[in-house]
C-alpha cells in the first residue's frame, strides 16, 4: 500500500451496524451543533426496521449520497470529508450484491454529472481506488461497472470518454469466466509452446521481470505454500513464470533462481505486450485458470490465489 492511501480509514462495519441508530439519535441537537456538522458528510438514516446487515448494507449504499452536495465544489479539496465518504462508500458496496452495486454507482455518477467539476472528481475517485495497481480497494469489476455508465451516458461528452474507453477496452479482456487468450512462449533451450497446450487441471501465469522485488516475495511464498507444493505434487496445478520485456539478455541470467519445477518462459516476438493481450498494467501479475484456460482469477493478490486453491481442494475432498 503506498502512502497516497494511507490518510483514508475505512470502518465500513461501525457504518452498516450503527449508523440508523446514530442519526436518529441526533435529531435533538442545537442549531449550533448542526451548523458546525454541516460542512461534514452526513450519511443517511436506515430505518430501524432494517435489521439484517446486508439489507442495512444495500440500503445504505441505495441512499449514501442523499445528505451530499454535488454542487459544492469546495469539497473537493477536502479529502477529510469527500474523498473519505467515498473510500467508505466503496467499502459499504463489497458487502453488497451486484445488482445493488450496479445501481448505486449508476445513481452516484449521475448525481456526480450535474456539475462539471464534481464528475470529474468522482471519476477520478473511481480510478484512485478501484483501477490504481496500488490501491487495497482496487476491484475491476466494480470499476467496470462505473466505466460501462460513463461511456455510454449521452450526458459525457467524448472527449471525457476517451480514457474510460480505452481503460474499458482493456479491463474487458480475460476477465473471471472467460478463456485467457493463447500465447507463444519459449523456453530457454529455443523450444516454442502455446500456453493452450499445458495440461493441467489448474495453471497459474505468474508475468514477473527479473530482479523485482515483490515478484521475489510471490515466488518465495508460492515455494513454502501448501497447497501449491500438494496441488503441484499430485499433479494439479503447474506454474508458467513468463516473462514479457525486451531485455532477453536479463531473463537469461535469472534461470537459477526460478524453480526447476515450474516452467519457465518468455515473449521472444514481444506479442504479450505489443498486441495488448494481458493488461499488464503492474508487474508482478498472477492469473488462475482452469483445465480449459477459463480465468478464474485475474490480476490476483497472491493471498486471495492461495485461498481459492485451498477452497478447490476442499471442495474436491
Known amino acids: 500500500m503506498t502512502s497516497n492511501f494511507h490518510r483514508i480509514k475505512r470502518y465500513t462495519l461501525y457504518i452498516i451496524f450503527f449508523v440508523g441508530f446514530t442519526v436518529i439519535s441526533c435529531t435533538g441537537n442545537s442549531k449550533k451543533q448542526q451548523a458546525k456538522t454541516s460542512k461534514e458528510f452526513s450519511l443517511p438514516s436506515i430505518p430501524l426496521i432494517i435489521t439484517d446487515p ?59 454529472l450535474a456539475n462539471e467539476y464534481m464528475f470529474v472528481y468522482f471519476t477520478d475517485l473511481f480510478e484512485k481506488y478501484l483501477y490504481d495497481p496500488n490501491s487495497p480497494m482496487r476491484n475491476e469489476e466494480v470499476y467496470i461497472v462505473a466505466l460501462d455508465y460513463i461511456v455510454a451516458s449521452p450526458k459525457v461528452d467524448e472527449t471525457n470518454k476517451i480514457r474510460p474507453s480505452f ?71 503447474k506454474v508458467l513464470a513468463m516473462y514479457t520485456d525486451r531485455d532477453i539478455d536479463a ?23 505489443d498486441e495488448k493481450l494481458y493488461d499488464l498494467r503492474a508487474i508482478p501479475n498472477l492469473y488462475l485458470l482452469d483445465k480449459d484456460k477459463r480465468v478464474i482469477l485475474k490480476d490476483a493478490p497472491p493471498e486471495h490465489l492461495e485461498l481459492q486453491l485451498i477452497n478447490i481442494m476442499q471442495a474436491q475432498q
Not at 449514501?64 to 477536502?78: C, E, G, H, V
Not at 462508500?89 to 451486484?98: G, M, N, Q, R, V
Not at 481503460?167 to 485467457?180: C, F, M, S, T, V
Open 54 to 112: 446486508q439489507a442495512r448494507a444495500s440500503y445504505l449504499a441505495d441512499h449514501y449520497w442523499d445528505n451530499f452536495d454535488f454542487n459544492d465544489t469546495a469539497l473537493i479539496n477536502k479529502p477529510e470529508i469527500a474523498e473519505q465518504a467515498f473510500v467508505n462508500y466503496i467499502e459499504i458496496l463489497s458487502h453488497t450484491a451486484l445488482p445493488v452495486i450496479v445501481s448505486s454507482i449508476n445513481n452516484t455518477i449521475e448525481q456526480a
Open 251 to 273: 531473463w537469461e541470467q535469472y534461470q537459477s533462481v526460478i524453480p526447476t519445477q515450474w516452467i519457465n518462459g518468455y515473449d521472444d516476438a514481444f506479442v504479450i505486450n
Open 167 to 237: 481503460q474499458l477496452e482493456h479491463l474487458n479482456k480475460n476477465r473471471p469466466g472467460q478463456i485467457a487468450a493463447d500465447f507463444t512462449y519459449t523456453l530457454a533451450n529455443g523450444k516454442r509452446e502455446k500456453m493452450h497446450n499445458i495440461k493441467s487441471d489448474y495453471l497459474v501465469i505468474f508475468f514477473n521481470n527479473p530482479g523485482c522485488q515483490a515478484c521475489k516475495q510471490i515466488q518465495f511464498g508460492f515455494e513454502q505454500s501448501p497447497v501449491i507444493l500438494r496441488m503441484q505434487a499430485m499433479g494439479k496445478l
